[in-house]
């Protein structure tokens, strides 16, 4: 197997674990739980990413494709991340309307919560798959819920 498909693999496993094992307290939204996760593991991967890419001596060693993936996803994170913690502000937001008795659409804002996450999640695979396991850390995410 390619040793750079092989690490990407690892990092995806990784993350599924992370967000996936996790336990959920009696209670709790487990969409809420989940996708907190995933906004605070995609963020620990992004400061992965630039990290490694702005680590000296590294970029002029990188292909002309890994350079693109790293500007692409240096530029195109952070609106991507604020989208999905809108989308989760929203959510919550609704769910709670819905819970006090007003209206609201559950379905509407769980779709958008989900695509808003996928996308990030797919511009955050982008760049694991362009970082050495060697490069990779444990950095903490940043921390969600409005910020």
Known sequence: MNPRISRRLVAVIALAVLIGCASLAPGEDPIVVRSEQ???AGDALFK???AYYFTPGVAP???KGATKV???VRTDFDPLYKDAQKA?????AVKAAVKAGQSGDVAAATTALQNAIAQLGGL???V???IPASAQTK???KPVGGV
């Open 48 to 50: 992965d990413g630039m």
């Open 38 to 40: 995933a906004l605070s």
């Open 70 to 72: 790293f500007e692409a």
């Open 88 to 92: 989760l502000d929203s959510y919550k």
């Open 128 to 130: 694991i798959s362009q």
């Open 124 to 126: 955050v695979n982008q």
């Open 139 to 141: 950095s903490k995410g």
């Open 61 to 63: 060693t990188l292909s």
